[in-house]
């Protein structure tokens, strides 16, 4: 059963930046690469869930466009862990964030991975805080 872990929330004033990072394990048959869709949301109170950025097999990446420009997504492959990292904070960027990954080797293609909301893997969240 693959677990996933996050850390790097906290509070920052808005302009401010954090580096969010999410972990795997638990991989027997497969591998952290074997994974063909990752990616980030967050959800604020009374809001629903959206998606932040996506991250494929390959490495290609799609962001929202409300943080086109700021944020970043990233995987390194050897330490099985996903990244995001949040340039010029804004207050509205509050909100709980989440990684999540899809089943090692089920294949989705890159067009559907960057509408994919399904995950099969999904971390605890980690709260991300932006004052003004």
């Known amino acids: 059963q693959v677990q996933l872990v996050e850390s790097g929330g906290g509070s920052v004033q808005a302009g401010g930046s954090l580096r969010l990072s999410c972990t795997a394990s638990g991989y027997t048959y497969s591998t952290y690469s074997d994974t063909y869709c990752m990616g980030w949301f967050r959800q604020a109170p009374g809001k629903e869930r959206e998606g932040v950025a996506r991250i494929y097999v390959d490495f290609r990446t799609s962001v929202a466009d409300s943080v086109k420009g700021r944020f970043t997504i990233s995987k390194d492959n050897a330490k099985n862990t996903l990244y995001l990292q949040m340039n010029s904070l804004k207050p509205e960027d509050t909100a709980m964030y989440y990684c999540?990954?899809?089943?090692?080797?089920?294949?989705?293609?890159?067009?559907?991975?960057?509408?994919?909301?399904?995950?099969?893997?999904w971390g605890q969240g980690t709260q991300v805080t932006v004052s003004s």
């Open positions: 999540a990954t899809e089943r090692p080797r089920s294949v989705l293609t890159w067009s559907s991975c960057q509408s994919h909301y399904e995950f099969n893997y």
